[in-house]
């Protein structure tokens, strides 16, 4: 099941422009992170991957991947109040993916732009039934998404195809997770669009959809059949789409 969005984020798009790899807007903080394997190859990026952080906030994500000794960036980082901090330019290699592979290749982050939302992920419920994430945090029952069958990556992937997608081993049994906030969401979708504009975006992925197993991240409280369908338009426009 996708969380559904009662509406669109209500910025135009021309508020928030993209130029030498950077994005533009006056509440975009933009900061720059060690961690990096220098520029992509010619013709890329052409990948997003979505990731949640796990973290308790923002400030200390965007922290964690400034220090050289995490070996982790990212090239964005969404808020739950659609702030918006960029680590890396978009045409710098970010260290997001790990060990990752996709329609027969491996190391995403050679391909892929990572954005990183503001998210606790994977909830616990403690001996009282309160919903608790790895660090502690108790969270209210309506920042709470409740999934008894999540696999995001049956849905499609982007623009070829996908047979490299597997079903999440969460598939079958319910879990709980850390709801995203409608404007994180929607200005996620519109800097998505944004990106697929102006790069040669072919693949639009969840962290769990190339490190099955491993990652679990967005996770089922995204929704990114969602985004996907919202993109096809944009793609249509670069690139035909296949319906495989």
Not at 3 to 11: H, L
Not at 70 to 86: D, F, I, P, Y
Request: proline fraction near 6%.
């Amino acid at each position: 099941m996708d969380t559904v969005m009662t509406n669109t984020y209500s910025a135009p798009l021309n508020a928030v422009r993209i130029e030498n790899n950077r994005l533009h807007a006056s509440e975009i903080e933009h900061v720059t992170s060690p961690n990096t394997s220098g520029e992509f190859p010619r013709n890329f990026p052409d990948t997003l991957v979505i990731h949640f952080t796990g973290g308790s906030n923002a400030s200390s994500s965007v922290n964690y991947m400034l220090n050289p000794k995490s070996k982790v960036s990212a090239h964005l980082v969404m808020g739950r109040n659609g702030e918006v901090t960029q680590l890396l330019p978009f045409n710098a290699i970010a260290w997001h993916a790990g060990q990752s592979s996709f329609a027969g290749r491996k190391q995403l982050n050679n391909y892929a732009i990572g954005i990183e939302l503001d998210n606790a992920g994977q909830l616990n419920t403690d001996a009282n039934g309160e919903y608790v994430s790895w660090f502690g945090k108790r969270y209210h029952p309506n920042d709470v998404f409740v999934e008894s069958s999540h696999s995001n990556s049956t849905g499609r992937s982007g623009i070829k195809n996908n047979s490299d997608l597997q079903e999440s081993p969460n598939a079958h049994s319910p879990t709980y997770w850390h709801r995203y906030s409608e404007v994180q969401l929607q200005r996620t979708f519109d800097l998505c669009r944004l990106l697929c504009k102006t790069y040669h975006i072919n693949y639009v992925l969840g962290h769990e959809e190339i490190s099955p197993g491993r990652k679990f991240d967005p996770g089922p409280a995204f929704p990114l059949r969602q985004l996907r369908r919202y993109l096809i338009p944009v793609r249509i426009d670069n690139h035909p789409l296949s319906e495989n």
